[in-house]
């Protein structure tokens, strides 16, 4: 996994300190398209493949009931917890 230290996040959201989403435009390391996910102990990195190549993600927010969203070049994606494939995909032509 790459080294936080040297990620750039370009979004950070969470519901308490032990569920922590934040997302990279890979502008600096090879993070495009990845989606971290802390629980208090670990952070993993999820690469989102599915749809399209997400080069970069922008932002990253989600809802009590447990769905995240991330906006990206490519569009809006919904996942359930982000360790997931994509649930829903609404491609950026949609916002045109």
Same mark, same amino acid.
């Given at each position: 996994?790459?080294?936080? /230290?040297? +990620?750039?996040?370009? @979004?950070?959201?969470?519901?308490? !300190?032990? &569920?922590?989403?934040?997302?990279? *435009?890979? /502008?600096? +390391?090879?993070?495009? @398209?990845?989606?971290?996910?802390? !629980?208090? &102990?670990?952070?993993?990195?999820? *690469?989102? /493949?599915?749809?399209?190549?997400?080069?970069?993600?922008?932002?990253?927010?989600?809802?009590?009931?447990?769905?995240?969203?991330?906006?990206?070049?490519?569009?809006?994606?919904?996942?359930?917890?982000?360790?997931?494939?994509?649930?829903?995909?609404?491609?950026?032509?949609?916002?045109?």
């Amino acid at each position: 996994m790459t080294s936080v /230290t040297s +990620t750039d996040f370009s @979004g950070i959201w969470g519901t308490s !300190n032990t &569920n922590v989403f934040a997302v990279s *435009t890979g /502008t600096i +390391t090879s993070t495009a @398209g990845t989606i971290f996910h802390y !629980n208090g &102990n670990y952070l993993t990195a999820t *690469t989102i /493949t599915s749809y399209n190549t997400f080069s970069s993600i922008y932002d990253i927010w989600g809802s009590p009931e447990g769905d995240v969203f991330a906006a990206s070049d490519q569009g809006i994606l919904r996942c359930a917890n982000c360790q997931q494939p994509v649930q829903e995909y609404l491609p950026a032509t949609f916002f045109s």
